[in-house]
């Protein structure tokens, strides 16, 4: 009989999980006013629409929402041209890419993800038992010949970031039909297009129409980009069978009663979206161009983010510039856990904080 232990302990490996850690959203004391742009958040915040929507539920709290968010399915469906019955909605995306490693991972499987891909899909495969196989990317970009080379007998899952964060780059949709094409039927892939409303470049999809033709495909989406980070909203849109597994396991009343009404006037706001889209345009060009005329290194991006790479020497380092770009306001994200110790994410921001980033650099490059 084993000797009764002092508390409760956590399954083997558990504690050898890395617990994942937001960007920084304050500034050190004294510094008045602050630039977030660490967390990829829209600068022109949310659809005024989708606040006036969220203002509407506040009399109503006391009601649980509707479980299957039904509304909410039906207004992704309507926007996107889709069976809303194919179609899971959750607590941010993020959740249902823990409900999928939950779902089709056990002790002893693996799953593939690229090094610099998005720290959650490690998390989640190890909370699931499964061993996490991480692949090396080329240039900053997945390589579809390395992942598939790492597959095995032992796969199941294939997460693939597109496009990926944090560095922004994506893979053409030829080269995602030939990845599938390569998996056995046995594999789920998984395409997480949380940033697929900022894209554009004509040989990419969000993965629509794979999902509409396979069945062991999934694509993953989210509202968070678009304004309502904080309401937490994700989708995934995905076959019959695996709809029902999910559903099997998610949560009753896993997406709240305010972000429902705030994401359903949110989706069906085109407009706000397209000035999203629009503004980042514009403003990803513009500090991709500025920051390569100061010597900086930048990933190119089909994001709403960049990827700044710094000098090598101490004093022009990404610390050293986190830490004086702090001093003054500009809140940028470190990504030393995701492989690059030497660079900095930056969310593009309004054109004041886009501005403020590029003086301040100017500044302490030449200091």
């Known amino acids: 009989m084993k000797q009764d232990q002092p508390r409760p302990t956590p399954r083997a490996g558990i504690m050898d999980i890395e617990a994942y850690v937001p960007g920084k959203s304050t500034a050190p ?14 600068p022109l ?19 649980y929402p509707d479980g299957t968010a039904r509304r909410l399915r039906e207004a992704i469906a309507e926007v996107h041209g889709l069976n809303p019955a194919n179609i899971i909605c959750s607590n941010g995306s993020d959740e249902i890419l823990g409900l999928l490693a939950q779902t089709y991972l056990a002790p002893g499987d693996e799953a593939v993800f690229t090094e610099h891909a998005f720290m959650v899909y490690k998390i989640y495969i190890q909370a699931a038992g499964a061993k996490p196989v991480a692949v090396k990317e080329t240039d900053e970009r997945a390589d579809v010949d390395a992942i598939l080379a790492a597959v095995t007998p032992r796969t199941r899952i294939v997460f693939l970031a ?17 990845l599938h094409a390569a998996l056995r039927k046995n594999v789920l892939l998984v395409l997480d297009a949380a940033y697929a ?19 062991n495909v999934v694509m993953t989406r989210t509202f968070s980009k ?14 019959a069978h695996i709809v029902d597994a999910i559903n099997r396991i998610r949560g009753p009343f896993n997406v709240n009663a305010t972000a ?3 994401g359903i006037a949110a989706i069906r706001d085109r407009a706000h979206i397209e000035r999203s889209a629009a ?15 100061l010597g900086l290194r930048v990933t190119p991006s089909v994001g709403n983010f ?16 986190d830490d004086y770009l702090s001093a003054r306001g500009y809140i940028l994200r470190r990504v030393t856990g995701y492989g690059f110790p030497n660079a900095l994410r930056m969310s593009v921001g309004t054109e004041e904080a886009n501005h403020g980033v590029i003086d301040a650099l100017k500044t302490f490059l030449k200091s």
């Open 29 to 42: 004391a004294g510094v008045t006013k602050v630039y977030k742009l660490s967390s990829n958040e829209n």
């Open 45 to 63: 915040g949310p659809s005024p629409k989708a606040i006036e929507a969220a203002r509407e539920v506040a009399a109503k709290l006391d009601v």
């Open 162 to 178: 597109n496009p990926n964060n944090p560095t922004g780059t994506y893979v053409p949709f030829q080269e995602v039909r030939r």
């Open 197 to 215: 409303e900022y894209v554009r470049r004509n040989d990419y999809e969000a993965g629509i129409e794979l999902v509409g033709s396979s069945e």
């Open 226 to 239: 678009l304004g309502l980070g904080g309401a937490r909203i994700g989708w995934m849109y995905g076959p």
């Open 260 to 262: 429902i009404e705030a």
């Open 279 to 293: 503004h980042n345009e514009k403003w990803l060009a513009w500090l991709n161009e500025e920051l390569t005329k």
């Open 306 to 321: 960049v990827l700044i790479h710094f000098p090598d020497d101490n004093r022009h380092s990404a610390a050293a510039a």
